[in-house]
């Protein structure tokens, strides 16, 4: 034992390198699952090694400031440094392509909006409400009046981390708007003094029945032990994968999920893609109504937009018996924080613009478009974005990737694999670590913030007081050279149903603005 001792002892270190390289080597020619290293022992492995940083370097060194998707590094910057209350200004004029195909243009007024004097955005630049009040026109008991137009999006407990989370429930109450709980249930993290709407889809996540369905006795129970509850969103489908189920892997619920989510530990949980409390329209429009009774919210529905034969249907019921749903958000094909194949992803539902625009003219046709508030989600977290969202019928917008990047999100697309490395998209506690929520909090509601001060700037330009006046013909597109723009009414072929709107103070005053009673 000594000499051998002795032997390995005398071995010098380069040597042993050559050893292990030899190791390695061995084992890849003799492993079969991988073509590269076994053609290419040990060398081959600089290939995966390069492949797996690959967008690291397209990231930081190849891409330039407009290049990238889902969101480039103008658009990154730009959140960032609103959060961080830092110099959001580009300077030496716009690097964008304003020729290109697409390409927006806002036309701005010769004379602005002046503010008066006590005006609420002459002592708050940041205040700006929805114009319009979820359940108004159906008389529900409790209706709820953004105070907001940017909210968060739909994202769970489960697919975020519990401190990402918090950040952004203690950040919507310091910018009094409201967020979605997404289909994972109402967490402990969801209650730290922000409006919530409560959301779920197929698997009735938080009002779940033993066998799998829903429980309205949970819903009842769950509205008024929480009220600060204001709304609630019945997920058709989801722009990532529309159509398309998930299955929630037994390990990853742990106990604290499991309770949440009215699920067993350790047990694989099937989100179909069909809901069991209804099957056709007829029964959305009756289930809807039952939970708003019983509840006394506003009840409105999520959809990515596809055929519209069975949308038509719901307008026609509406229009028939006055019921149906107090809001609809309607999600873009572009996908967002949900994992989906790619197939789902980049060929299954409309660009939300292409989607919004059809949706809204089918219910404007059926004098239907004053009565809904509509809500728009699909990368719609920039100012001028908004605007165009507004000029086309939305009342208020959810942001689901921008209020993540607010909070420290690097666009490093590892969602789906539990290690994103800003600690927001994992269940891991040590990557949680990184985020801190009282810092975080704060540069949610700056952005929030940031975003309705220029928003209402933009809107001004235009001559307006509150962005529900923008209409079609405020905003251009590029199909070819300026003879050949269009108008938004021009390209897609409706006019906007103008909003109600006696001035900001009116907003003000209301008594349903953030769910005051």
């Known amino acids: 034992m000594d000499s051998i001792l002795n032997f390995l002892g005398n071995i010098s270190w380069w040597m042993w390198i050559l050893i292990a390289l030899l190791i390695i080597a061995i084992r890849d020619i003799l492993q079969r699952k991988h073509t590269i290293s076994h053609n290419f022992p040990i060398v081959g492995h600089i290939r ?122 203690k950040g919507v109450e310091m910018a009094d708007a409201y967020h979605n709980t997404g289909e994972g249930g109402l967490s402990p993290y969801h209650s730290h003094g922000g409006d919530v709407v409560f959301h779920f889809g197929t698997g009735y996540f938080g009002v779940r029945a033993e066998d799998g369905g829903f429980s309205m006795e949970k819903m009842i129970k769950l509205v008024e032990d929480n009220p600060f509850i204001r709304a609630i969103e019945v997920k058709l489908s989801q722009g990532a994968k529309p159509g398309k189920g998930g299955v929630l892997p037994g390990k990853k619920i742990t106990p604290e999920i499991a309770k949440i989510r009215g699920v067993e530990v350790g047990k694989d949980v099937l989100s179909p893609p069909n809901h069991k409390a209804f099957s056709n329209v007829p029964e959305l429009v009756d289930f809807v109504e039952a939970i708003a009774e019983a509840t006394g919210l506003p009840v409105g529905i999520k959809a990515a937009i596809g055929k519209l034969e069975q949308w038509e249907e719901l307008a026609d019921i509406m229009k028939e018996t006055g019921k149906g749903p107090d809001f609809i958000t309607v999600d873009g094909g572009e996908g967002g924080t949900g994992a989906a194949p790619p197939s789902f992803a980049d060929h299954v539902s409309l660009p939300w613009v292409y989607g919004f625009a059809d949706l809204y003219k089918l219910f404007q046709k059926k004098g239907l478009s004053e009565r809904i508030v509509f809500v728009g989600s699909g990368k719609l977290g920039f100012p001028a974005k908004a605007a165009m969202a507004f000029a086309m019928g939305v009342d208020c917008i959810n942001v689901a990737r921008e209020a993540m990047m607010s909070i420290g999100c690097i666009q490093a697309q590892v969602c789906h694999t539990n290690r994103c490395p800003a600690g927001v998209a994992t269940q891991s506690k040590w990557l949680q670590r990184g985020i801190d929520p009282t810092l975080k909090s704060v540069r949610l509601a700056q952005y929030f913030k940031t975003f309705r001060k220029e928003f209402i700037e933009i809107t001004h330009a235009a001559g307006y007081e509150h962005p529900c006046q923008f209409n079609m013909r405020d905003i251009e597109v590029n199909v070819d050279d300026h003879h050949l723009s269009k108008e938004l009414d021009s390209t897609y072929r409706y006019q906007k149903t103008p909003v109600p709107f006696d001035g900001m103070a009116s907003l003000q005053s209301c008594e349903h603005l953030g769910g005051k009673k």
């Not at 330039?64 to 730009?78: A, M, T």
């Not at 959001?88 to 004097?117: L, Q």
């Not at 006590?118 to 159906?138: Q, R, S, W, Y």
């Open 48 to 169: 995966y090694m390069f492949e797996s940083i690959g967008p690291e370097i397209r990231q930081y060194f190849v891409a330039n400031n407009r290049e990238e998707l889902p969101f480039n590094r103008i658009e990154r910057g730009w959140i960032y440094a609103s959060a961080k209350k830092q110099n959001n200004y580009e300077g030496f004029g716009t690097d964008r392509d304003i020729y290109a195909h697409h390409h927006m243009f806002i036309n701005n007024a010769m004379m602005p909006y002046k503010v008066p004097e006590n005006h609420p955005n002459a002592i708050d630049k940041t205040f700006l409400p929805c114009a319009k009040v979820m359940g108004e026109f159906n008389k529900r008991k409790r209706p709820y009046r953004p105070a907001s137009v940017i909210n968060v999006s739909a994202m769970s407990f489960g697919s975020l981390s519990a401190r990402a989370i918090e950040s952004l429930n």
